[in-house]
């Protein structure tokens, strides 16, 4: 795990040395994901540099430094990540790769690129990754991020130059960069707590989307009409996979799934367990960490250390769950009980942690988990990718028997529905359910409120079932309404030409969510708030081996009974008690809407100040003042909203850029597509 940077000056406007010192400046930005060394190879005569920081996590010598150089010197390459099948990769090239120089992942890749070619290397590589990759002979860079997206990669023209880095902070450090926020990308940040790939929060720059290659020769990069984006290609193609999967000729038959499921569980846990560094586990006490975390005590030499963060509320704490796995299992188990004062003083290290916004407020445990579980081991496996890998969202469930439930029912009896539950203000609604869930039947008695009756308003209008989710899944409707002169651009949510061919709802959600929320926001929020603290987070249930065997089980492998998971619960039962799989799922939840009343709300009136909004040019504060004060006086929940608006803010702060304001009386542009109400999309990059 380690930071990269570079440039292409395709023009020659830098002197070699002060080539090398713009990326050594760049990657020196990234010393917190490298902390054991630094590195910076140039290519002159082209105008090309290659910058490194360090984690040692294999071969712990000089032998493993980068920027590394192939043995015939045509190959220069820089990777951050991890190569889990090397030893294999290298028992496969010439000799055994006795001819190598040291044990490296990042040599056997090279190595592997020299005699296979980039291709087939690729094809070949198990692992997450993002690396670039210099051809001195054909003066061609390449780029290329893992299938799944556990490591980020971003990239742009920066004046004269093509410039690509770990993070945005690195390319920020260029002398050239002048940066412009993407209003129609923050438009996404607000419907999804993240900006989806390829785009970023800044103008003309942009994230490789997931098991993506990107190459251009030097010629071509001295062309600025050279389109980045129309240069990307897909090696491992998640569509290709589901839609091939559904074939049923290639389905794994159940008598046979478990045992294979099994084996590759173990295999992708042994491989993540490679280190020459100590390797622990973070430990929720939920069945994808749990799992995992057994299937690593059963092939390690002695306990494995495990980490877990507990809160003092009772309703969001895990911790109690976390460590009757860890007794089961006879773990070294770690565990720290947040006070609300300490999970809030994170709060403004998040703009430097998050150089992009990103507003899932678990990045807050998250990160004190990495730092607890850094001050043990460099390297930690989690359990993300089960939710999305073997559906196990309710979200799925919810979604799925709502969009059954409307099947046949007029359009027109769905909308008069809708009209009249929003007859009835929030507040109204929730004065009812109290009076219902303290006298009334028993069947009225769960978690509704008035936010979630005109959220299911809003839900009754739509047709398309794609649309449907992505609604569900927004945490606003209409965000292009809050962004001065914001326009939503297409997503494969709202562009048809992307939508998978998948006959099952569920499936098409899993889908969704494995291409956008799984590598955008869960992985970026791991990798992000572990690599701040220099600690290596490894996911095996991401290996993408597992992915493509997940993707050819039926559905009914997966969600059984109204209960996801299902294959993978028949799993955790050949390691674990039942028992220990049979509790509610609550994931890495804050007290956030309380807090925002409270303890945080000098912050937050600061930051949402009107007079601060309009100068800024940026978010209409209209709107934004009314959800706050709607908030604050407890008739609406718009925590998630208001968050996001204060992540971009806080962000905005400590990432200030260049034409900020704009006039507030332009027209807004609110179109309506298919009974969804949407924003008009932009022409695209």
Same mark, same amino acid.
């Given at each position: 795990m380690c930071g990269i940077a570079g440039l292409l000056d395709p023009e020659r406007r830098f002197a070699p040395a002060a080539l090398a010192e713009v990326v050594g400046r760049m990657a020196d930005t990234l010393r917190h994901r490298g902390p054991d060394g630094a590195g910076v190879w140039a290519d002159p005569a082209a105008g090309m540099a290659l910058g490194h920081r360090r984690l040692a996590i294999i071969d712990l010598t000089a032998t493993?430094?980068?920027?590394?150089?192939?043995?015939?010197?045509?190959?220069?390459?820089?990777?951050?990540?991890? =190569?889990?099948?090397?030893?294999?990769? #290298?028992?496969?090239?010439?000799?055994?790769?006795?001819?190598?120089?040291?044990?490296?992942d990042t040599e056997v890749l090279l190595a592997t690129i020299e005699q296979r070619g980039l291709e087939r290397a690729l094809a070949a590589a198990v692992g997450m990754f993002a690396f670039a990759l210099w051809d001195r002979r054909s003066r061609t860079l390449s780029l290329a991020r893992d299938h799944l997206g556990q490591k980020p990669l971003f990239f742009g023209r920066i004046g004269s130059t093509f410039a690509f880095a770990s993070e945005l902070k690195a390319l920020a450090a260029h002398p050239e960069f002048r940066p412009e926020v993407d209003r129609g990308a923050l438009v996404l940040f607000l419907r999804h707590q993240y900006v989806p790939a390829p785009h970023t929060i800044w103008r003309d720059v942009y994230k490789l989307p997931a098991g993506s290659l990107l190459r251009f020769s030097l010629e071509e990069g001295a062309r600025a009409e050279v389109d980045l984006l129309g240069r990307i290609e897909r090696y491992w193609c998640l569509r290709t996979v589901a839609e091939r999967g559904q074939d049923a000729a290639a389905r794994v038959h159940e008598r046979d799934a478990l045992q294979r499921l099994d084996q590759l569980?173990?295999?992708?846990? #042994?491989?993540?367990?490679?280190?020459?560094?100590?390797?622990?586990?973070?430990?929720?006490?939920?069945?994808?960490?749990?799992?995992?975390?057994?299937?690593?005590?059963?092939?390690?030499?002695?306990?494995?250390?495990?980490?877990? =963060?507990?809160?003092?509320?009772?309703?969001?704490d895990e911790a109690e769950h976390a460590r009757a796995v860890a007794r089961h299992l006879g773990t070294e188990h770690t565990e720290l009980y947040l006070t609300p004062d300490e999970a809030r003083a994170t709060i403004p290290e998040l703009p430097e942690i998050f150089d992009e916004p990103l507003s899932d407020p678990s990045q807050i445990p998250t990160f004190h988990v990495a730092r607890l579980a850094r001050?043990?081991?460099?390297?930690?496996?989690?359990?993300?990718?089960?939710?999305?890998?073997?559906?196990?969202y309710v979200r799925y469930l919810l979604a799925d028997?709502?969009?059954?439930?409307?099947?046949?029912?007029? #359009?027109?009896?769905?909308?008069?529905?809708?009209?009249?539950? #929003?007859?009835?203000?929030?507040?109204?609604?929730?004065?009812?359910f109290r009076l219902a869930r303290s006298s009334g039947p028993a069947g009225l008695r769960g978690q509704w409120s008035g936010d979630r009756v005109h959220k299911l308003a809003a839900l009754l209008r739509i047709d398309d079932p794609d649309q449907l989710y992505h609604a569900v899944i927004s945490a606003i409707d209409q965000p292009c309404t809050l962004v001065v002169e914001g326009d939503e651009p297409p997503t494969v949510f709202t562009d048809p030409a992307q939508r998978p061919a998948l006959t099952e709802y569920a499936e098409r959600m899993m889908y969704f969510d494995a291409l956008t929320y799984l590598p955008e926001n869960i992985m970026a929020k791991v990798d992000r708030t572990s690599m701040a603290v220099s600690l290596e987070t490894r996911a095996p249930l991401l290996d993408h081996r597992l992915v493509e065997f997940a993707w050819q089980l039926p559905l009914e492998a997966k969600i059984r009974a109204g209960q996801g998971k299902w294959l993978l619960r028949q799993a955790f039962e050949r390691y674990l008690p039942a028992e220990l799989a049979d509790r509610p799922k609550q994931g890495f939840a804050i007290p956030l809407a309380d807090w925002l009343r409270g303890p945080l709300r000098e912050w937050a009136e600061e930051l949402l100040d009107e007079r601060r909004l309009v100068r800024e040019g940026f978010l209409r504060?209209?709107?934004?003042?009314?959800?706050?004060?709607?908030?604050?006086?407890?008739?609406?929940?718009?925590?998630?909203?208001?968050?996001?608006?204060?992540?971009?803010?806080?962000?905005?702060?400590?990432?200030?850029?260049?034409?900020?304001?704009?006039?507030?009386?332009?027209?807004?542009?609110?179109?309506?597509?298919q009974g969804w109400p949407s924003c008009a999309p932009a022409s695209g990059l």
């Open positions: 493993g430094s980068q920027p590394m150089v192939s043995a015939s010197g045509r190959y220069c390459l820089v990777l951050n990540g991890e =190569i889990y099948n090397h030893a294999a990769l #290298r028992r496969e090239l010439p000799d055994g790769g006795t001819q190598l120089r040291g044990h490296s569980l173990n295999q992708a846990v #042994r491989d993540c367990m490679v280190a020459d560094v100590p390797v622990g586990a973070f430990l929720s006490g939920g069945i994808d960490s749990s799992l995992v975390t057994a299937l690593m005590q059963r092939h390690a030499a002695r306990p494995v250390k495990t980490f877990t =963060i507990g809160f003092f509320e009772a309703q969001f001050q043990q081991v460099v390297a930690c496996l989690s359990g993300d990718g089960g939710d999305e890998v073997f559906g196990g028997r709502l969009r059954r439930r409307l099947v046949g029912v007029p #359009r027109g009896l769905r909308q008069a529905a809708g009209v009249l539950a #929003r007859a009835l203000p929030p507040g109204g609604w929730d004065l009812a504060p209209g709107p934004i003042r009314r959800r706050w004060r709607e908030h604050l006086h407890g008739s609406r929940n718009w925590s998630g909203l208001i968050w996001n608006v204060l992540m971009f803010q806080a962000w905005h702060e400590r990432w200030p850029s260049a034409g900020a304001a704009r006039a507030l009386e332009r027209p807004h542009r609110v179109t309506s597509a």
